[in-house]
């Protein structure tokens, strides 16, 4: 899917906080998180600092912040351990910036090995499910349920493989909806490639780095 390195820690996990909580309803909302999360998970990895203090363990009041989600009070602790240590004065926005722009490195080494395309964040097709007529009648109320009153299908005399097809179908789109989403939050051209704007703000505007996405149609 959406993730560049490998889902399990990264970026996996906000599917907890989207299928279960509903935290993030909207594409711009998932775009959002998926901006976010995996830009704040990946600064622990280039600090070499443990994320459980930072979710794990939850203010008392987390509940009533303005963002639960992102427990912004560890977040806000996190900050002022990096500005006391390295001497950088530093607020939360920074540390999504400097992930940003390793996360953008990585995209754009993906590009050069042959990949970090549109076409490279496919989800398997397994992933989309439900993929047979077996799999659709174990849990048939839900996926009903799903196609009523999510998608507004009139199932009236449908056959189960009739509603896998429609399901898989309207599913599929989704997802290809959450990719523009997701790409334009993260100042990504339609095709997934880093903008020029974006690997400048970055400060990652090498001239290897402008060679490669011009060989790839990346101009602006």
Known sequence: GLALK????????????DMVHN????????????????MFRTWFGLCGLCKLPWN???????????????????????????STVTGRESKPDDLITMSEAVYNFQ????????????????????????????????????????LVEKHG??????????K????RRLR??????????VYKRRGWTAEGIPKVATVKRLKIDFQEVLDLLKANGVTE
């Open 56 to 82: 794990d363990i939850v203010p008392e009041d987390n509940a009533e912040t303005l963002e639960p989600a992102k427990i912004m009070k560890h977040v806000e602790w996190y900050t002022r351990f990096f």
């Open 172 to 181: 599929e789109e989704m997802y290809e909806k959450l990719k523009d989403a």
């Open 153 to 162: 299908v009139d199932i009236t005399g449908k056959s189960t493989e009739e």
């Open 23 to 38: 935290y993030m309803p909207t594409f711009e909302q998932k775009a959002e998180a998926l901006h976010w999360f995996p």
């Open 107 to 146: 995209r754009l080494f993906n590009l050069k090995m042959g990949f970090g395309r549109r076409e490279h964040d496919a989800i398997p097709y397994r992933a989309a499910g439900p993929v047979t007529k077996e799999e659709y009648e174990s849990r048939k109320e839900r996926y009903d349920k799903q």
């Open 6 to 17: 490998g889902p399990q820690h990264d970026e996996a996990w906000l599917i907890f906080l």
């Open 164 to 167: 896998v097809k429609i399901l």
